[in-house]
């Protein structure tokens, strides 16, 4: 029987991990989509795009380990029930709760796994990410200019326009279309060059025209300079709005608000999920050959996904005071323990 445990978690672990390496490409590759995207409109640098990728599949792997869990136990659950070894191991005196320590046995490395990412990494990882993309969005206006291509101002406010860039630090052909007190401005010129002043950047044009037209009575106004200075960015400190997921777990127990007490819930909740999906697997898998591993996997999937929307709902309860963070934690995840250990209760009676 010694031999048989052995055989056992020995199958698990080699479904498992094919099942992580093949989820875990389905979400890099969707990582990778998204990221070249956000990239391509301005929202990240492009030169930290590797960065980016690695913190975000670093928080996506709770759930990727969770569910290669679930899938490699029905998995292994399922061939044990078409090949007769199950029937062998009840012959032999054990039950389905000795079955649940052997999945706990193979399982709770990557438990200890899970609570370490979401403890830690998670935050972590966000917090470098958004520090990533606050400071790309905050560079000078001009540094996101790319010759022959319109560009908006991180305020929004502006569209910059730069031809080609001449010898020196100048540039040619410069366009610039602004919203400002009510007005729509349209601002051209041969030439263009940065200059810093009184702690702001300003962009200097030289040869230009300047076209004013009023929102209200669409009066126009023409202006033609020589030289002509336009802030591009005022660097005044500019506070950060410190991202809920970013915050250390020990910062989130000793917080009494809300969205941080949601927050806590929800790692603690991806902490425990797994430990139920062990106990969910092996009550919901079924030996009826009519089924087949695809219903056995569909099922699988369906509780997996019901049991997430169930936390993320939860989250969004618990910061809005609907509900105490506690309660609910105890309560999902109980009612599902308990629903799983009484259904196995049931199928070995």
Sequence with gaps: ?????????????????????????????????????????????????????AFNFIGQLPTIISLSLYICVVATVYRMYMDGEMVIWQMSGKNFFDLVK???????????IVFFLVTIAWPWVNYHTDEMKTRF???????????????????????????????????????????????QIMTSAQLGFLDRKEGDDYLMLEN???????????????????????????????????????????ELIASSNLVHRAELFWRLSIFIAPLNYLLMALSLTSPNAR???GGNFALGILFFHFYNNMINVGQSWVGEGMIHWLA????LHGIIFISATSFLYIRQR
């Design 102 to 112: 052997q999945l706990f046995a193979f399982a709770w490395p990557f438990v200890v």
């Design 1 to 53: 029987m010694k031999l048989y445990e052995t055989s056992t978690r020995s199958e698990l672990a080699r479904s498992f991990s094919p099942t992580l390496l093949v989820l875990g490409t389905i979400v890099l590759t969707t990582i990778l989509i998204r990221t070249l995207g956000q990239a391509s409109i301005g929202q990240v640098n492009p030169i930290e795009v590797g960065y980016i990728m």
């Design 137 to 183: 969005s905050k560079r000078n206006d001009l540094a996101r200019v790319e010759p022959g291509v319109f560009q908006e101002s991180a305020n929004g406010s502006r569209v910059y326009f730069v031809d080609k860039s001449a010898a020196g630090s100048k540039s040619k052909n410069i366009f610039i279309l602004s919203n400002e007190h009510d007005k």
């Design 208 to 250: 230009g025209q300047r076209v004013e037209e009023s929102a209200s009575d669409h009066d126009l106004k023409i202006t033609e300079f020589k030289l002509y200075g336009s802030v591009v960015q005022s660097n005044h400190v500019i506070e950060k709005n410190v991202n809920t997921r970013a915050i250390p777990t020990d």
């Design 291 to 293: 089924v087949g591993r």
């Design 328 to 331: 609910y934690l105890l309560l």
